[in-house]
């Protein structure tokens, strides 16, 4: 069950794409920035996520072959920075595609972040019922 949900991940990454976009259009200078324009910056945000995606499963792999606590320690290390690594990411890269400054333009980051975590996180729920319910 863990390894087909694991495995159907980055297809919810894909049809949450544009859901990610239409909700960055909500949010912005509709005249100024098209959905297309959105949908641009979503599909490099995701791009960014599906490698950030491989490189955790190949530290996971290596977790599970080595058997040295202090490799297991760098490697949780390694996984919090790529989760504060994609979070920063995020912020510095809406501030700088939709020219935002200042505090309002992390404000406004963290909360359409923390919006489309939650979003996400509904499909994902979906997606473990789905993955449940045609498990052979």
Request: charge should be positive; charged fraction near 10%; proline fraction near 1%.
């Amino acid at each position: 069950l863990l390894s087909k949900f694991i495995n159907n991940i980055p297809t919810a990454l894909f049809l949450y794409l544009p859901v990610f976009a239409f909700v960055l259009w909500i949010f912005s200078d509709r005249k100024k920035y098209t959905y297309f324009i959105n949908s641009i910056f979503s599909i490099h945000y995701f791009t960014l996520l599906i490698i950030i995606f491989f490189v955790w499963y190949l530290l996971e792999s290596l977790q599970i072959i080595s058997k040295i606590d202090f490799i297991d320690q760098v490697i949780m290390f390694l996984q919090y920075g790529l989760i504060i690594f994609v979070i920063f990411h995020f912020v510095i890269a809406y501030k700088k595609f939709f020219d935002k400054k200042g505090i309002i333009g992390v404000t406004t980051a963290v909360g359409l972040l923390s919006f489309n975590l939650l979003l996400f996180s509904a499909l994902l729920i979906s997606l473990l019922y789905y993955t449940f319910i045609t498990m052979e």
